[in-house]
């Protein structure tokens, strides 16, 4: 698959707690919401053909963490990206198929003072990973394959293995399943300028309607080394979604110490940061 055909975008707020650890929640306080878990907004990391922005550069590499220039704080964030289909009528979304699901790191800058998400999302190529192991979706709906997945997380700094993320359950998104679909196309009609929110549909205007996108659905929750720990030069960042019925996360630990990356049912994503 071309990615950089396709539109990259996140939903921001769809596991609990995660905004708090990472200090935003305060960002969404004007952002309505009609329940406590419900998602805060959709934001865009990749938008190829709004050439005045820097939304513009292909920032998805799948080996590779290229520091910023600046001082700021970058942390992994691990979560589920679902590779989608998109269907127009009239020039607005009416379905969301996802066809495919992947490890993902939404590498995020801890950016003080920025108006939008997007503005800590994307900062020159290689500022987000994306596993070039894509495992195909049965079903995105109950009892379809996802529903059997886990999502966790590492960081290796001088050969020192640490959890990063805590070992979720897929099912432990606030809005998954035809929920979270039905959610999110009312957002890429509808968002409005708000806040930290931008307008969707005006970008997907921008970028001709494309049929493809990236959907990132949400980072999950910190451990407290994670929460209080950041990438460097020379760190080893992992994600990895893996299938609940054939791996306990033991097993998932002694293959990130034995470098063994592959194998069937699991999505590693391992980038070097330089």
């Not at 590779?64 to 009239?90: F, G, R």
């Amino acid at each position: 698959m071309n990615f950089k055909d396709f539109l990259g975008f996140g939903v921001a707020g769809n596991f609990a707690g995660h905004l708090e650890q990472a200090n935003e929640a305060s960002d969404f306080k004007n952002i309505e919401v009609s329940e406590a878990l419900q998602p805060k907004a959709i934001f865009p990391f990749y938008l190829p053909k709004k050439e005045e922005s820097f939304l513009s550069t292909f920032p998805i590499s799948s080996d590779t963490i290229q520091m910023p220039d600046t001082d700021y704080d970058v942390q992994i964030e691990p979560e589920v990206a679902l590779i989608c289909e998109v269907k127009y009528i009239e020039n607005k979304i009416v379905s969301l198929s996802p066809k495919k699901f992947t490890a993902y790191n939404d590498c995020s800058i801890r950016r003080p003072g920025a108006k939008k998400i997007s503005e800590k999302k994307n900062w020159g190529e290689c500022s987000k990973g994306l596993s070039s192991t894509l495992l195909d979706i049965d079903k995105f709906s109950a009892g379809g394959i996802l529903d059997h997945y886990k999502i966790a997380s590492f960081h290796i700094r001088e050969n020192e293995i640490h959890v990063y993320g805590e070992d979720s359950d897929v099912l432990s998104y606030s809005y998954f399943h035809e929920k979270l679909l039905d959610w999110c196309i009312e957002k890429f009609n509808n968002q409005v300028d708000i806040g930290p929110a931008e307008n969707i549909g005006e970008y997907i205007a921008e970028c001709d309607y494309p049929e493809h996108f990236i959907l990132g659905i949400g980072a999950t929750r910190y451990t407290e080394y994670g929460e209080n720990n950041f990438l460097a030069k020379g760190d080893t960042s992992v994600v990895v979604l893996y299938d609940k019925r054939k791996y306990t996360f033991s097993e998932i630990l002694k293959r990130v110490e034995t470098r063994e990356f592959s194998g069937e049912s699991l999505s590693f994503l391992v980038q070097n940061v330089i």
